[in-house]
């Protein structure tokens, strides 16, 4: 057994509810993952008794909620073993700190003559602020293609870092539960004095993190996958590059001193953190860090490798060729992120269908193309159904779907 | 409580398994448009044939999508086939009427949404109601505010289609 409580449910009040008559069965963590308890009552809590602007007051409260917002920050750097406390950068979510990375980093040091290299299974968080900014500064966009099983074809991995300035992937596929092989590519780019930019939004909640093992320069993830709240994201990357790196967004909270002339801005991260910050969201993901540090991010791998192997095996014994699971077929090479069409070879249901009927039966997914239309238009399919898990999902949940999906093929039977 | 029986009827189904009008039109003399549905990724493409005297002469439906989006499309296609562009248009709003009173219903503001409805069906130059037929059958949608855009993605693109026909004329 994984060392997950059998009875963590409990700590999740919203998985408390019916809907459709139905107990709520919630497979779509990969979209966003549900809250415990804990992590609410740190908010509020937040507010009940700390609230106040952070990093310019005088008195004993504003000095707490700055001390609440940077131990926030404390928290997020142990997790993923940054070096240094101030390589955490905060942000509204992962999507604006690609912005910030393009719009930073980007803008100051691609041109004509240079490439980014990103992947096909990109969410487009990390694909349309490359394309934004390839417009302005006329660098090359490249594209590391990926194989009929879901993995990156990295054979001509040489060709693609040719001039390249930064390669920039994400460590898991959030269509098709693919684990990258980070350290690999961190060599690879290093190797041609390029930079490796990965984007953790699937990784960092599921999989034991260590920026500095997987040999990365920047890494980027959301809070509310990570039992948070939504509207905190992190960039972490090293002091240097941050340092080097001109300010984002302009305002009050970035700046050393304002003149009529101009400005200058403040150290990091705070260089990169304009206006006041999300500090009950911080504390929020601080208080699910320590949620997932007391569960131990190793059982939580390990309880995602028994689900999805179960979940595989359920799916494909029970529905043979009326299903097709998409990405690696063994769960230790991936996470729990579960892809698949479903109906008649030559006639599935669409996801949107299948969504609808998993509803009624009280069971949430995603149906669509999961912000990664390059991945589908690569796979060949315009949509696909999505049944994600987390920590306090369990066997019986994967029953209750694999239970629903029977139901979406009597109704579209042909 | 709405079920699944409110939203999949018979004739849904029928429209989604053997879809009408299906395939591509030589363009020009059709007019081409595509109408996407970011959400779900869900596309449709409408051809239509406008003769002379502004009536459609021929209609085809491409792309592909969930079972609203392809029934609505095909029962739309038989809907204005033959018919004038005016009628189209108004067969558009009186199926986008079809959408919106029940979503005024939901937000318990259903009677005048219900008056609105009848007189765009009845037409403002006071030609016969519109008379949706089989797609009646979609009206269950609105129970479900999320496949909305699944049902009107045909409609809009055909509405595309007969801007850009009415630009080319």
Redesign the interface.
Known sequence: MSGIPADIKKDFPVLQQQV??KPLIYLDSGNTSQKPQAVIDAMSDYYETTNANVHRGSYDLAVRATDALEGARSKVARFINAPAINEVVFTKNATEAFNLLARSWGATNLGPGDAVVISEMEHHANIVPWHMLAAEKGFELRWIPVTSDGHLDLSDLDTFLDGAKLVSVTAMSNVLGTLNDIPRLAEAAHAVGALLAVDGSQYVPHVPTDVQAMGADFLIFTGHKMLGPMGIGVLWAHAELLEAMPPFLGGGEMILNVTKEGFTTTEIPWKFEAGTPMVAEAVGLGAAIDYLAELGMDNVRAHEIELTDYALRTLNERYGDRIVIHGPQVATERGGVLSFVYGDPDMRV????IA??LD?AGVCVR???HCA?PL?QTMKV??TSRASVYVYNDESDIDALADALEASGD??A? | MPGLDDLYREVILDHYRSPRNQGELETPPAVRTEGFNPLCGDEVIVYIDVDDDNVITDVAIGGQGCSISQASASMMSAAIKGKSVTEARRFIAAFKGLMSIHEGELGGDGSEAEMGIDAIAAGDEGGPAIKLGDLEALKGVVKFPVRIKCATLSWNTLAQALDQAAADA
Not at chain 1, 350 to 353: A, G, K, M, R
Request: proline share 11%; charged share 15%.
């Open positions: 459709h008559d669409h996801p949107h269908d609808q009927v009624q149906a669509g193309h239309k589908l315009p949509a109704i579209f042909f």
